[in-house]
C-alpha cells in the first residue's frame, strides 16, 4: 500500500512539500476522511465532496493565509478546515463546543470571511483586494470560490458589477456542479450549460462584465487546476476560472442523489446507504404540514402561488412544485427577488405564499417593508426554521423575525403551537385577509399523529386559554408552547399557574390581555426568539399602555449570538430549555405556598 499522506499534513505548509503527481492520491485519502466522520457525525457532505481537488489546488498553490481565500455559504469548507490545522478536532464538527459547520474568523486565521448565507464572497473578497491595493500590497492574491446557484444571486452580481471596474488581484473560481441545495434554476443556469456544451453565444458573459475569463476546466482534475492556478496567479487584474465540479463526487450513493446527499445524516460509509431511522410513527415535520396543507388548499382554491427562493426540498415546497408545477416557483438563491415577485403577484389578484427560512427572510428586508407592508399587499410569509434551528449554527438561529417584524406597520404576526393551528391559519389566510401575514414555525417535528384536521377560521388577534389559574399566568408563542403544556402536567396541573397560547404577536389580543394582567399577580412569558423586541417586549409594551405594574418575567434568547449545538443544547445556552424553564415554574409555586 502507498504510504499515507494526510496523516502528515497539519498546515498548508505540509501539503506544499508534496508532489504534484501525489495530489491525487492525498485527494482519495481527503475524500475517504470526511466520508469516514461525516457517516457517523453527521453534517454537510455532497458539497465538500464536490471541492476535494479544488481545496488542495488552491492550498497547494496559494500562499494561505497571507493570501486570502473565501468559501461562499461554506457548506463545503470541510477539506480546507482539515488541511488547515483542524484535522485532530474534524469529528467535533457541528457539535457543542467543537468547530463550526462554516467557516469562521475567530476559529481559525485560515477562515478569512464568516459565511453561511449564500452570495457574500465576491463582495468580501473585493473589499479585501480593495484593501490589499490601498496599503500597497500588490502581490497579495485574493480568492473566492463561489457556487453557480450562489452566483446567480442579486448581491453575486452587485459584486461582479464592481469587480469588472476595479483593477484589483482578485479571482473569482465558479464551481458549476449545477446544484446548490436543489438543482439550481434559471436562465444563468442555462447559460452556463451551454458554455459547457460549447452552444452559448459569442459573447462571454463575464468577459462582457471585464472580467479575465478562463474555462470550463475539469475541476477533479488536482494537477491540470494546480496548473491553471498557477498560471492566474501571474495575472494581474478581476479573473475568473469557471470549473466543472460533481457534487458528491467519489461517492456513487450521493452522486446519484445529490439533494439527500447534501446534509444526509448518518449513513454506511462503504455503501453510502443511510441508515434507518425508528420505524416508531413521529407526528410530522412543520415543513410537511406547511407542503401537504399548501397544496391540499391550492386544488380548491386557484389563485393560490407558491414561492421558495431555492428551498423546495427543505420547505416542503416541493410538493406544490411536483402536483401543481404550473403555479410553484423556485426562483434560486433570491430572497428579495421572492418577496417582490409575490408582491407583484398579489396586485393581480393571486393569493402568494412565499416560503423562506425565517434566517434568509433578513436578506429581503428592505421588500418585506417598502413592496409589501407599505402596499398593504395581502403575501403570506410562511417563515421556517424559526427559533433556534440547532447544528447548523448562528447564521441559521431564526430568532430575530418576531423582533424584525412586529414593529412594521400593516403586518400580521402569527405562530401555530402545533400542527392544527398552522392549517387552520394558512386556511385563514388564502380566504381572503386585507394585510400580509407572517406565519412562523420551528425546525423539526409537530405534536399530533392525527393533525389532518378539519379546517377552521382563526379570527385574527386572538388567543386562546388552555388553563385557567389563579396567581401566575404563562404566555406562549408558537411551539414552545408544548414544553409548558408538559410541564405543567408533571407539576400535577398546580391550580395557582393559567396557560394562554397567545398565537399573534401582532395584533396582540389586548381583551384577553386585560383581563390576565388584572387576574394575575405574575406574568411570564416564553418565546423561542430574541428576547430584545420580541414577544415578551410586546407584553411589557401592552402592560406599560394600560398603566399595569405587575412583573413581567420575560423567557426568551438572551442578547448574544447562540453557538452551534443540538436543538436542546442550544436551547440551553438561551436559558429556554424544558429543565430551566420547569425550574422557574417550580419556584412560583413554592413562593404561592
Not at 457532505?45 to 471541492?51: D, I, Q, R, T
Not at 446544484?179 to 439550481?184: E, M, N
Not at 414544553?483 to 389580543?509: A, C, N, W
Request: charged share 25%.
Amino acid at each position: 500500500m502507498e504510504k499515507p499522506f494526510l496523516k502528515h499534513i497539519n498546515t498548508p505548509k505540509d501539503l506544499k512539500k508534496l508532489t504534484l503527481d501525489e495530489l491525487p492520491q492525498l485527494a482519495q485519502e481527503l475524500r475517504e476522511f470526511i466520508i469516514d466522520v461525516v457517516s457517523t457525525k453527521e453534517g454537510h457532505l455532497g458539497a465538500s465532496l464536490g471541492v476535494i481537488e479544488l481545496t488542495i489546488a488552491l492550498h497547494y498553490v496559494f500562499d494561505t493565509p497571507n493570501d486570502k481565500l473565501i468559501w461562499d455559504v461554506g457548506h463545503q469548507a470541510y477539506g480546507h478546515k482539515i488541511l488547515t490545522g483542524r484535522k485532530d478536532v474534524f469529528e467535533t464538527n457541528r457539535q457543542l463546543g467543537g468547530i463550526s459547520g462554516f467557516p469562521k474568523m475567530n476559529e481559525s486565521e485560515y477562515d478569512d470571511f464568516g459565511t453561511g448565507h449564500s452570495s457574500t464572497a465576491i463582495s468580501a473578497i473585493l473589499g479585501m483586494a480593495m484593501a490589499s491595493k490601498l496599503n500597497r500590497a500588490h502581490l497579495k492574491q485574493h480568492v473566492a470560490v463561489v457556487g453557480d446557484a450562489s452566483i446567480a444571486s442579486g448581491m453575486a452580481f452587485e459584486g461582479l458589477n464592481h469587480l469588472g471596474v476595479s483593477d484589483v488581484n482578485a479571482l473569482i473560481v465558479l464551481n458549476d456542479n449545477a446544484i446548490g441545495i436543489d438543482p439550481s434554476v434559471g436562465a444563468l443556469k442555462k447559460y452556463l450549460t451551454n458554455v459547457k456544451a460549447g452552444t452559448a453565444k459569442d459573447e462571454n458573459i463575464f468577459e462582457c462584465l471585464n472580467l479575465n475569463y478562463t474555462g470550463p476546466i475539469d475541476g477533479h482534475n488536482v494537477i491540470g487546476l494546480v496548473e491553471e492556478l498557477e498560471r492566474l496567479k501571474a495575472v494581474s487584474g478581476p479573473k475568473l476560472l469557471h470549473i466543472i465540479t460533481t457534487k458528491g463526487k467519489g461517492l456513487k450513493k450521493a452522486e446519484e442523489n445529490q439533494v439527500v446527499y447534501h446534509a444526509p445524516g448518518k449513513f454506511d460509509k462503504n455503501t453510502g446507504e443511510q441508515l434507518k431511522k425508528s420505524d416508531t410513527e413521529q407526528p410530522p415535520k412543520y415543513q410537511d404540514v406547511f407542503g401537504h396543507t399548501l397544496v391540499e388548499l391550492a386544488k380548491k382554491n386557484k389563485k393560490i402561488v407558491g414561492i421558495t427562493p431555492a428551498m423546495p426540498t427543505g420547505s416542503s415546497l416541493k410538493y406544490m412544485m411536483d402536483e401543481i408545477p404550473d403555479r410553484a416557483f423556485d426562483v434560486g438563491i433570491a430572497e428579495q427577488h421572492a418577496v417582490t415577485l409575490a408582491a407583484g403577484m398579489a396586485t393581480q389578484g393571486l393569493i402568494p405564499f412565499c416560503n423562506i427560512y425565517s434566517t434568509f427572510l433578513q436578506r429581503a428586508y428592505d421588500q418585506v417593508i417598502h413592496d409589501v407592508a407599505l402596499q398593504n399587499l395581502p403575501v403570506i410569509f410562511c417563515l421556517d426554521r424559526a427559533g433556534l434551528v440547532g447544528q447548523d449554527g448562528p447564521t441559521h438561529h431564526g430568532v430575530f423575525d418576531l423582533a424584525y417584524l412586529r414593529c412594521i406597520p400593516n403586518l400580521i404576526v402569527f405562530a401555530p403551537m402545533n400542527e392544527m393551528e398552522l392549517r387552520d391559519i394558512m386556511y385563514t389566510s388564502q380566504n381572503g385577509l386585507d394585510s400580509p401575514i407572517a406565519i412562523r414555525y420551528p425546525r423539526g417535528r409537530g405534536v399530533n399523529l392525527n393533525w389532518k384536521n378539519e379546517f377552521n377560521t382563526i379570527e385574527i388577534g386572538t388567543a386562546r386559554c388552555l388553563k385557567e389559574g389563579s396567581k401566575t399566568a404563562m404566555l406562549t408563542l408558537g411551539h414552545i408552547g408544548n414544553e409548558i403544556s408538559t410541564i405543567l402536567k408533571e407539576l400535577g396541573q398546580p391550580e395557582s399557574i393559567g396557560h394562554y397560547d397567545m398565537r399573534f404577536v401582532k395584533p396582540l389580543d389586548k381583551k384577553l390581555l386585560k383581563t390576565i394582567f388584572q387576574k394575575y399577580e405574575n406574568i411570564i412569558t416564553v418565546e423561542d426568539g430574541c428576547k430584545i423586541g420580541g414577544f415578551g417586549s410586546a407584553i411589557l409594551e401592552f402592560s406599560n399602555e394600560e398603566k399595569f405594574s405587575k412583573p413581567v418575567k420575560i423567557f426568551g434568547v438572551p442578547d448574544r449570538f447562540v453557538e452551534h449545538g443540538t436543538i436542546q443544547e442550544t436551547r440551553q445556552i438561551a436559558g429556554i430549555d424544558f429543565d430551566a424553564l420547569k425550574t422557574y415554574i417550580k419556584s412560583t409555586l413554592d413562593q404561592c405556598d
